[in-house]
């Protein structure tokens, strides 16, 4: 029934939807070096790719992105390293290709959250990223160790102390 379809996406797609056809709906190993470049070309992920500091963060905020207000909270419409790698990893990027290693292990720092002191919004002298260390659960906020295990996730990274956490918290074993 789906054959057609199937047919058309893996072989009229643009290269990441034909890898990610062939590896996740047919099952297939297929190698991603066959699709890596034309994946690269793509304008939008050269914009994204552009993101990244020279410390190796992508964006300048871990969760950018327009939200709408909630609760008396503003949103950033900054780049953010959330978005920034789970669009790579949609796109079919591997976790060793270098702008994403680096990315994440920007996030493996002990100052990740607050790394560049150039976002320092002059209005009020506090970094932006501050309001990243809320933990609001009632409002869906469960803290940005929430949000970076859960980038790690996306690349089958769960051997650090703060995923298995959040894993925990997951599951309810931890408040």
């Avoid at 390293?81 to 990893?89: D, K, N, P, T, V």
């Avoid at 990243?132 to 906020?141: A, D, F, N, Q, S």
């Avoid at 089958?156 to 925990?168: M, N, S």
Wanted: charged share 25%; aromatic share 12%.
């Amino acid at each position: 029934m789906y054959k057609e379809a199937i047919k058309a996406l893996t072989e009229k797609a643009c290269a990441s939807i034909r890898y990610r056809t062939r590896k996740e709906i047919l099952e297939e190993n297929p190698n991603i070096k066959d699709y890596l470049d034309e994946i690269l070309n793509d304008r939008r992920v050269e914009y994204v790719l552009s993101w990244q500091r020279p410390n190796g963060f992508l964006g300048q905020i871990l969760h950018g992105g327009r939200i709408p207000k909630v609760k008396g909270y503003t949103y950033s419409t900054a780049t953010g390293a959330e978005g920034a790698l789970r669009f790579l990893h949609e796109m079919g990027i591997p976790k060793t290709y270098p702008v994403v290693e680096k990315g994440l292990k920007a996030l493996l720092k002990d100052n990740w959250i607050n790394q560049d002191k150039s976002l320092i919004d002059k209005t009020n002298y506090q970094l932006r990223t501050t309001w990243l260390t809320l933990y609001k659960p009632e409002i869906g906020l469960f803290g940005p160790d929430h949000v970076r295990a859960v980038l790690f996730a996306y690349f089958g990274i769960e051997e650090h102390d703060f995923i298995q956490t959040e894993i925990k918290r997951a599951f309810g074993y931890v408040n």
